[in-house]
T-cell receptor, first 113, second 108 residues
Framework: NAGVTQTPKFQVLKTGQSMTLQCAQD?????MSWYRQDPGMGLRLIHY???????DQGEVPNGYNVSRSTTEDFPLRLLSAAPSQTSVYFC????????????FGSGTRLTVV | RKEVEQDPGPFNVPEGATVAFNCTYS??????FFWYRQDCRKEPKLLMS???SGNEDGRFTAQLNRASQYISLLIRDSKLSDSATYLC?????????FGAGTRLTVKP
């Protein structure tokens, strides 16, 4: 199994540009989520989904959109990139929202200049 | 105040040492707790769950004190390969809240 696949691994954006970070899992997990990781801040939840067609906001949702049209895919959209969105982004999935083991993707390192 | 707080370290210990990390959480409704390990520039991976009665996995021991709202991780006989950042995690409802991590370096 590939697990959780994130693309791209690295990205540089200019302020105001938009882009989509891709996340796909092949484990038939119902629960998927997006985190950002900044130095000294730990992982902070952006958005999450408990199943296809269902999404909800996490701790730091502003400036990001998500959708979940299939069980496998959970893309994260940056609407108008800002330097404050420079971070490492991780996608994670688990069997259910009560699942205890999160499988993380390898991350996307985003720099906004 | 963050929901889950950890001493960021770094902890620098020699091989073979015993080292302990503590973590406090502010949300008394948190239901489950975990330790994740994150290597430099890699994704977090589950190290172990934390049970109220305490639990061991080889050289690693985790403890939970609900009354004082803290979690601990003890690593015995440290190995060079234990060098990593250790993330304390609490789960409540539909999401997991991560601490900022404690960095451990084990030296020869």
């Amino acid at each position: 199994n590939a697990g959780v696949t994130q693309t791209p691994k690295f990205q540089v954006l200019k302020t105001g540009q938009s882009m989509t970070l891709q996340c796909a899992q092949d484990m038939n997990h119902e629960y998927m989520s997006w985190y950002r990781q900044d130095p000294g801040m730990g992982l902070r939840l952006i958005h999450y989904s408990v199943g296809a067609g269902i999404t909800d906001q996490g701790e730091v949702p502003n400036g990001y959109n998500v959708s979940r049209s299939t069980t496998e895919d959970f893309p994260l959209r940056l609407l108008s990139a800002a330097p404050s969105q420079t971070s490492v982004y991780f996608c994670a999935s688990s069997y259910s929202s009560g699942g205890y083991v999160y499988t993380f993707g390898s991350g996307t390192r985003l720099t906004v200049v | 105040r963050k929901e889950v707080e950890q001493d960021p370290g770094p902890f620098n210990v020699p091989e073979g040492a015993t080292v302990a990390f503590n973590c406090t959480y502010s949300n008394s409704a948190s239901q489950s707790f975990f330790w994740y390990r994150q290597d430099c520039r890699k994704e977090p991976k589950l190290l172990m769950s934390v049970y109220s009665s305490g639990n061991e996995d080889g050289r690693f021991t985790a403890q939970l004190n609900r009354a004082s709202q803290y979690i601990s991780l003890l690593i015995r006989d440290s190995k060079l390969s234990d060098s990593a950042t250790y993330l304390c995690v609490g789960r409540g409802g539909n999401d997991m809240r991560f601490g900022a991590g404690t960095r451990l370096t084990v030296k020869p």
